[in-house]
């Protein structure tokens, strides 16, 4: 079974770069036409699409968060890691590591999910 585990900070401050890790269990982030994805839920808010690497290193990005956003991974650890910079106070959001198979944007596996408050 595939499982997804998100790791971070608990807390961030404005203005500071948020970065979190997505461990996978149960597929290999290499595995042919894999792409594996964040996406996140600002209070209040519906779920954004955030951006995604391939299963050959490709990234793909949300183009309103892109200057703003790196996905990066470990093929070691079967990791793949988000970083956000130049985050806001009105951005507090769970955010979620997820596998989509075929294209960057379908999910089928999830992560639980994890919140990241931003707060001075």
């Known amino acids: 079974q595939v499982q997804l585990q998100e790791s971070g900070p608990g807390l961030v401050k404005p203005s500071q770069t948020l970065s979190l890790t997505c461990t996978v269990s149960?597929?290999?982030?290499?595995?042919?036409?894999?792409?594996w994805t964040w996406i996140r839920q600002p209070s209040g808010k519906t779920l954004e699409w955030m951006g995604a690497i391939g299963y050959s290193g490709s990234t793909y990005y949300n183009p309103s968060l892109k200057s703003r956003t790196a996905i990066s991974r470990d093929t070691s650890k079967n990791q793949f890691t988000l970083q956000l910079s130049s985050l806001t106070p009105e951005v507090t959001a769970v955010y979620y590591c997820?596998?989509?198979?075929?294209?960057?944007?379908?999910?089928?596996?999830w992560g639980q999910g994890t919140q990241v408050p931003v707060s001075s």
């Open positions: 149960g597929d290999s982030i290499t595995t042919d036409v894999s792409y």
């Open positions: 997820a596998r989509s198979p075929g294209l960057p944007w379908e999910s089928d596996y």
